[in-house]
């Protein structure tokens, strides 16, 4: 017998309704409702993707395994894979895209023939909608146990996500349904706005071997754009649980065909009651409406509705929209999945700094707002102003590195360093040899970052490779985070070793920040280097030649103190000298060091 926790929530307080509904509604490591058998990928070994060809490659390994999509990939056709035994997530703010709006080569994934999937987190990007019986965002054909989890859909050429052809018990949960951009008219499927959402079932006949299928949509959210199907669902048990319906100017809502269509605590806004609920499309239809809100009144139930017998909680209407409309962990892509596969939500407790005073930049004189223009709460405490526009190493045992406490944010040279009196960060004397390179001081972080201390932080203008030199400070290997863009924002995870190590961790987009720091322990770090390719400069082939702070080739008498190193950062010529003559160097790859800018060359 499912629980029915709402009706038990209206006789007690709203103060203890709160606390429960804080823990109901964390982010869940397992589905509810019909997809609530999906495991996916668990203990299964962690894999990340980069391109399709390796998602392909990892989707269709044998064996249980868990994918982290770490950027953005374009789709130039639609993916058909059959696919078991797989967990799929992105990392925040990583997406699906498709700009095809042909029939043949439209949609991203379209998974088929397996079972036991569940895809988390995922952003899929459509050219907008076409109708040319093109492909979908998403489409499960011949697919059982499934749970999509926290997805955002937007623009599918076709539909956004489609669920035919023996696809049987899926939970599809707190994602969101959405059009951002203007329909393609004159398709030749005949419809000059195909914003049809969402399909469960291709024709009438079209259904499971036991003849229905079942799905719980749950905490879903059908945004502005969406015009019909949200859903059309043929020969179906369908339960919704606190969904979200909010798109202005849609025909409808809801298209059963021969389906029972269970509703509870849901939302329904903007439409006349008569089309909530579309009924012409035929069979034998169930309507069953259980404390639903509409601002326009509600259908009449209809008919005995297949009330689901799991065991699930239910939110009051007006709650569940709060819930849904969140932004930063409502439905949507609003997960933080890191690169090792951990899965959190920054609305879990401990993890949202708005309700913690030990994060709260109020409580720090030191990193008020008002007084520290570089506070940006949204990414991390202190946020670099400085831009790094050319390679640089950062190395802790040069001058300008001074030995202490790190109390506070200090920068040196572009790098933010950031502690706090209780979360000290220290740079103290230590010998160590790491990637060929002599270092006589280190940065201990001294234990876990978190959003205002213990990490340092440094803007960089867009691709680029950075080289962490670290060690762990005990025998034990330890993990090293690597955020972008924001502190949570984890992209890959390096490995700190007792014996040191250079790590590297290569960038592609736009400007942003790059955050390290350590996910639990000590660790020392010794050095950080950013390298530009387009930094690169090509010297022609003559005998000597030598190289000024600006990179330019000079041949006159300014004087620069430049220092030439091998590509292990090896010295090879330390000069105070007008021009460096660079004759005696073979062909290859250096770094000239001048006035403490790095500099790529290849000559």
Known sequence: MRIQTFITMRKISTFIFSILSAICFAVSSQAIGFGASATGGNGGSVTTVNSVSSLKSALTASGKKIIIITQDITFTSKMSVSVSNKTLMALPGVKLISNDQTEDKSGILNLKNGSNVILRNITFV???????????????????????????????????????NNTDNLTVSYCRFRYLKAPTPDGPGGADDHRFSNLVGSDKDDKPADNRYSITYDHCWWDSGCMQRMTRCRNADIHYLNCYWASQGASYYVGPQNASTYCEGCTFKYLQSSKIVYENY???????????????????????????????TIQPAAEAVSTITDATCGAGATLLVSTSGIVSSPCDSGTDPSTDPSTDPSTDPSTDPSTDPTTDPTQGDVVPSETISLSTFWNISDSDFSTGDIASAMAVRGLTMVGKPDKKMTISNSSANIGGIS???????SGAGNTNSRYVAFKVKGNCTIDIYCKSSSSDERTLNVA??????????????????MQSYTYTGAETVIYIY?????????????????????????????????????LNDEEYDVQVLDMHGRTIINSDETIISLSNLPHGIYIIKADNIIHKIIR
């Not at 040319?132 to 996500?161: A, K, R, Y």
């Not at 270092?439 to 972080?445: A, G, I, R």
């Not at 005998?543 to 000024?548: H, L, N, V």
């Open 126 to 164: 459509g050219p907008g909608a076409y109708d040319v019986n093109g492909g979908d965002l998403l489409c499960l054909e011949s697919m059982t146990n499934v749970w999509i989890d926290h997805c955002d859909f937007q623009d599918g050429c076709d539909g956004n996500f489609d669920i035919k």
């Open 282 to 312: 035929g069979g034998t239809n169930q309507i069953k409406m259980v404390d639903c809100v509409s601002d326009r009144g509600l259908p009449s139930n209809k008919g005995t509705a297949n009330e689901p017998s799991y065991n699930y």
């Open 439 to 445: 270092f006589s001081k280190t940065l201990k972080l």
């Open 484 to 501: 972008v863009g924001g502190f949570n924002n984890i992209i890959t995870t390096l490995p700190a070793t007792s014996s040191g190590s």
């Open 518 to 554: 350590s996910a639990g322990s000590g660790i020392n770090i010794f050095g950080i280097r950013v390298t530009y390719s387009e930094t690169t400069t090509a010297l022609p082939n003559f005998e000597e030649a030598a190289i000024k702070i600006n990179r330019d080739i000079v």
